[in-house]
């Protein structure tokens, strides 16, 4: 997904020595418009760094 590519990137920007990544993607469509989500939920696993590292890259990605 995206979400990995952009993560990877922040980590690279920020020092930050992720080894590699996983992300779990859920969505739920609305029945209105089937293009459209009405819920998405992203599930982030870092490896490589410890839990305020992998805090401020999935941050960074949030921020955008």
Known sequence: SCGVTLCENAAR???V???R???EI???RTRENPANF???EMRFTLYGVDQEQADAVV???KDG
């Open 13 to 15: 920007q920020m020092g």
């Open 17 to 19: 020595p992720l080894q």
């Open 21 to 23: 990544m996983e992300v």
């Open 26 to 28: 859920d969505g739920l």
């Open 38 to 40: 009405a819920r998405v």
């Open 59 to 61: 941050q960074r990605y």
